[in-house]
């Protein structure tokens, strides 16, 4: 590659998870370090980095789909790094088929992006795949100025092989951050104005580490010690495994108000045959019974979930009693995925690969009755006062959009701004938000 000019302005492009917008601000703090500026707002940056997902679908071509659009205003191609899932997966191969491309980097290597870029310049092209996960956090900047919600990466990787997904390969084992680095970096978030902070982890609630008492705790421990900062409203985590739920946990929800009322839970199936042969080491009772728990414990918990239609082998009967969950659950909001093979996992050779027209209509039939559960969700808040986390403005002059304790999105009229606790009532529900009106004013902290 010919030897370039140092990028003056970048543009980080984040796919698929909340892990990967986390590990995107990250790349923009270490770039901003650096001086180098966002590009404005319809124009190409000078460096691209395309921060991409492995989990469904034709990933791959949409990264060198991707490639091949990126132009700057000049006809020249900005410098190009792709990071994230596909990185880990595919780096040389992305090397090999797309020239353009100048740095691929995993997601546990990405604090060493300022050294590739470095290289880049010079007209090197780097791969960097390693997986030091401990190291990159150490590595990397303060945290700058954010939203009023914030993510916080606790735990990455993942033990748990489930036969579909390519997670535990591309994330790599399970780790978890030290507490007193989370607390420090929990710390910072506020004092750069997140007044939510959700802990994130592919398993976050396998997370576990000493506290400054020397004690060894779980992820409710270091729940509780976060609700102890000042200025922190809220606090979420996500995405937990049915496995790792602990009885601290569940109480947790009880008893610390700073926790809001929502989990995130993925089953993934109705059918204990199919979750057998998904490797989840949960059935559909064991799940329901844990659910049962939670509501014990927090009886207006909001539930969430994640499903998978159509894995090899499942049959219109296994789907049904996918349908039958559902019913049971009620959930407040879920995410539904026709299985998609991933190369290298144990599903994708698995005998019974299920025909793409019976996976859509599976599809559809569930996400109806996920949208009718989320709708009637909605419409069973309406009446209730509650508190909202102002967020962006709303379309209209005057109107601010924020989330509900159930993590819906409210949209009201006033003066507020971003980052304002709002007491509201609940007045009408759509499938997607909720209209209220102020009950009484906030104090603004922004
Ligand atoms: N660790 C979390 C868990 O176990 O639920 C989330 C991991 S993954 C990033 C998010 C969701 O993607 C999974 O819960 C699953 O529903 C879906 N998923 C993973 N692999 C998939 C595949 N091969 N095909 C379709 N959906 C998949
Ligand atoms: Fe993937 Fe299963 Fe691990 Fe979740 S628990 S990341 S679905 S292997």
């Known amino acids: 590659m010919k030897p370039t ?47 991409t997902c492995h989990i469904r679908e034709k990933a791959a071509e949409k990264v060198y789909s991707d490639i091949g659009r990126l132009q700057k205003a000049d006809g020249t191609k900005p410098l190009i790094a792709v990071a994230g899932c596909v990185a880990q997966a595919e780096g040389e191969e992305i090397m090999a088929r797309a020239p353009a491309v100048s740095m691929v980097v995993g997601p546990q290597a990405y ?7 470095d290289k880049a310049v010079q007209g090197e092209r780097a791969t960097d795949t390693d997986m030091p996960a401990i190291a990159k956090f150490a590595a990397l900047p303060e945290r700058r100025k954010i939203g009023p919600a914030a993510f916080l990466t606790v735990q990455e990787g993942c033990d748990k092989f489930c036969t579909y997904c390519v997670v535990p390969y591309t994330r790599g084992a399970e780790i978890s951050r030290p507490y007193s680095d989370l607390v420090t970096e929990a710390r910072k978030l506020v004092e750069a104005g997140a007044r939510e902070i959700t802990l994130l982890g592919q398993n976050v609630s396998a997370w576990s580490g000493e506290n400054d008492r020397g004690h060894r705790v779980g992820l409710a421990g270091l729940i509780r010690d976060l609700a102890d900062l000042d200025g922190l409203a ?111 996992t144990p599903a994708a050779s698995m005998d019974g690969q299920i025909a793409k027209e019976v996976m859509d209509e599976r599809l559809q039939r569930l996400q109806a009755a996920l949208n009718r559960d989320q709708l009637a969700f909605n419409q069973g808040t309406v009446g209730r006062t509650c508190e909202v986390l102002v967020e962006r403005k709303g379309k209209h002059p005057g109107q601010w959009l924020g989330k509900t304790p159930w993590l819906q999105s409210a949209w009201f009229d006033g003066d507020y701004a971003i980052g304002d606790l709002v007491e509201v009532e609940l007045l009408e529900a759509g499938p997607n938000s909720l209209r209220a009106s102020v009950r009484e004013s906030a104090l603004s902290l922004a």
């Open 234 to 344: 809220r606090i979420r985590y996500t995405t937990s495994h049915p496995a790792d739920m602990d009885d601290e946990l569940i109480a947790a929800h009880g008893e610390i108000d700073k926790l809001m009322p929502f989990l995130h839970l993925p089953v993934q199936a109705g059918s204990d045959r199919v979750l057998r042969a998904m490797n989840r080491s949960h059935t559909a009772e064991s799940y329901l019974k844990l659910l049962d728990r939670f509501r014990a414990a927090r009886p207006d918990l909001a539930l969430s979930g994640d499903f998978i239609v159509g894995f090899p082998g499942e049959t219109d009967a296994e789907f049904e009693e996918t349908l039958r969950l559902v019913d049971e659950v009620g959930y407040a909001q879920a995410f539904s995925f026709k299985y998609s093979p991933r190369p290298g």
């Open 111 to 117: 604090h060493r992006l300022p050294e590739m870029l």
């Open 5 to 51: 000019t140092a990028p003056r302005t970048y543009r980080v492009k984040s796919f698929g998870c909340q892990m990967n917008v986390y590990d995107g601000e990250r790349m923009a703090e270490m770039l901003a370090t650096r001086g180098i500026k966002p590009a404005p707002e319809g124009e190409e940056a000078d460096l691209v980095v395309l921060n």
